[in-house]
């Protein structure tokens, strides 16, 4: 009997060691990031939910509550997601450019693209398309990062003027005109993956 029992345990060791898939490369990035740049991250995903939500009311918890929605929403989501994913991209790289053509040493920032990232997993991970595993993961690291929320917001807004400053095109109302109490509060909140 106890040799049974330890073969099952060795089978079920080897079947998980040659069967479990790598995290995604997004998880690694976050956990490489410092409690800032993670906070900075999800108070750019947070003006991205509060922003959507608020636009599309139909829509009104579709980031925050699984299964809310049917499987093809979130994949249609999932989708135009990562259509906004790569425009971001081409957008950092022409600011960039931009930056580097007035002189500017101020490296871009990824923390819209890393929060549009953010819940493209997160809605991804409801349709099937990425791990829940991964997305419980790197919301366990932003629940970790939730203490240096304060210093993000102040980060974000000197950032954002520098910007202004700098007159780059395309740089919108800071915090997309959402009150700054409001993100923080609402950053507090974050997604249930199951």
């Given amino acids: 009997m106890i040799y049974l029992a330890i073969a099952i345990a060795v089978v079920a060791v080897v079947a998980w060691l040659l069967f479990r898939r790598p995290p995604n490369q997004f998880v690694i990035a976050v956990g490489k990031m410092s409690p800032n740049q ?14 959507f ?6 829509f009104s918890g579709i980031f925050l509550e699984p299964k809310m929605f049917p499987n093809e929403v979130y994949e249609k989501l999932f989708n135009d997601l990562f259509d ?6 081409k957008q950092r790289s022409a600011y960039q450019k931009r930056l580097q053509e007035i002189g500017s040493k101020e490296p871009m920032s990824d923390e819209d693209l890393n929060a549009c990232r953010l819940w493209m997993g997160t809605t991804g991970a409801r349709c099937g398309k990425i791990k829940i595993e991964d997305m419980t993961t790197v ?43 409001i993100i923080m509060q609402q950053a507090q909140r974050v997604p249930n993956l199951i």
């Avoid at 906004?84 to 991209?89: E, H, Q, R």
């Avoid at 203490?147 to 807004?157: D, F, G």
Wanted: hydrophobic share 45%; net charge negative; aromatic share 8%.
């Fill in 38 to 51: 993670r906070a900075a991250v999800l108070l750019n995903a947070t003006i991205w939910r509060v922003k």
């Fill in 53 to 58: 939500e608020s636009d599309n009311p139909e």
């Fill in 84 to 89: 906004i994913v790569v425009l971001l991209g």
């Fill in 139 to 181: 919301w366990k690291y932003f629940r970790e990062s939730m203490p240096a929320i304060h210093e993000a917001m102040i980060a974000l807004k000197e950032r954002h003027e520098l910007h202004q400053n700098l007159r780059l095109d395309g740089v919108r109302e800071f915090l997309e005109g959402i009150p700054p109490e």
